[in-house]
C-alpha cells in the first residue's frame, strides 16, 4: 500500500516578482532617475552672482492706442556696460501720459545686443513729469534670459533716466544708467543636467520596451 507523500507545512512559497531582463531593466531605470535627481540637485548650487551695471541713451516713438493718453513706445539707443562693453538696446512699452504729472510704464520688453550674445528682460516702471515736456523715470527689469555668453543667465536690473518728448510723437532717452545682479549657472552643472536627463530617458525607454 502506497502512502501519499504530505508537504510539511513549514514548506516555502517562492514569488518571482521580476525576470532577470525585467529586474536589469529596473536597476537601470532606477541609476537613471537617481542620476537625474544628483543632477538637478547639484545644479541649483553652483551659480556665479555677479554685478552688472552700464548707460545709455537712444529716441522712442509713440504710437498712439484706443485709450486717450496711452502710447506704445518703440525705442532704440546704444550704451556701454562696465564689464561686457558696448551694446545696442531695443525694447517696447506701453506709456500712460494721462494722469499728469505721472506716468505709467508697462508691458516693458528689453533686449540688450552684445558682440558676445543678447541678454533679454521684461518689467514695468514710473515716472514723474515736470510739465515742460520733460519727466524722470525708474524701472524694475527681470533678466529671462539670453542668448550666446548669456544663454540661462538670470537676473534683475534697476533703470533710470530722462525722458523728453520732442514732438508728439518721439522722444529722446538720455542720462539713463542701470545697475543690478546677473547669475550665471556653472557650465559644469549644466553638463551634469543634460547627462542625467539623458540616462534617466534612455533607461525608461527600453524598460518599456522590454
Known amino acids: 500500500m502506497k ?8 514548506s516555502t512559497i517562492t514569488c518571482r516578482l521580476f525576470t532577470p531582463t525585467e529586474f536589469c531593466s ?16 547639484w545644479v ?6 555677479s554685478t552688472i551695471s552700464g548707460t545709455f541713451d537712444g529716441t522712442g516713438t509713440l504710437t498712439p492706442t484706443g485709450t486717450p493718453g496711452v502710447f506704445i513706445q518703440n525705442f532704440t539707443g546704444d550704451g556701454t556696460d562696465t564689464t561686457y ?4 538696446a531695443m525694447s517696447q512699452s506701453t506709456v500712460d501720459f494721462s494722469n499728469p504729472p505721472n506716468i ?16 533679454f528682460g ?7 513729469g ?23 543667465d538670470h537676473g534683475e536690473i534697476i533703470l533710470t533716466g530722462t525722458i523728453t518728448q520732442t514732438s508728439p510723437t518721439t ?3 538720455s542720462d539713463a544708467s542701470y545697475t543690478g545682479t546677473l547669475v550665471t549657472p556653472e557650465a559644469s552643472s549644466l553638463v551634469l543636467l543634460l547627462l542625467g536627463a539623458t540616462l534617466g530617458h534612455r533607461a525608461m525607454t527600453k524598460k518599456q520596451a522590454v
Open 171 to 173: 522722444v529722446v532717452v
Open 26 to 41: 529596473v536597476r537601470r531605470a532606477t541609476t537613471g532617475v537617481a542620476l537625474l535627481l544628483f543632477a538637478i540637485t
Open 104 to 119: 505709467a510704464i508697462t508691458n516693458a520688453m528689453l533686449t540688450q545686443i552684445f558682440p558676445q550674445g543678447k541678454l
Open 3 to 10: 502512502h501519499r507523500q504530505q508537504h510539511s507545512p513549514t
Open 44 to 49: 541649483a548650487v553652483p551659480m556665479q552672482a
Open 130 to 152: 515736470n510739465g515742460h515736456g520733460t519727466a524722470t523715470f525708474t524701472a524694475d527689469f527681470v533678466i529671462t534670459g539670453g542668448t550666446g555668453i548669456f544663454e540661462h
Open 122 to 128: 521684461k518689467g514695468s516702471g514710473s515716472g514723474t
Open 85 to 88: 562693453g558696448a551694446f545696442d
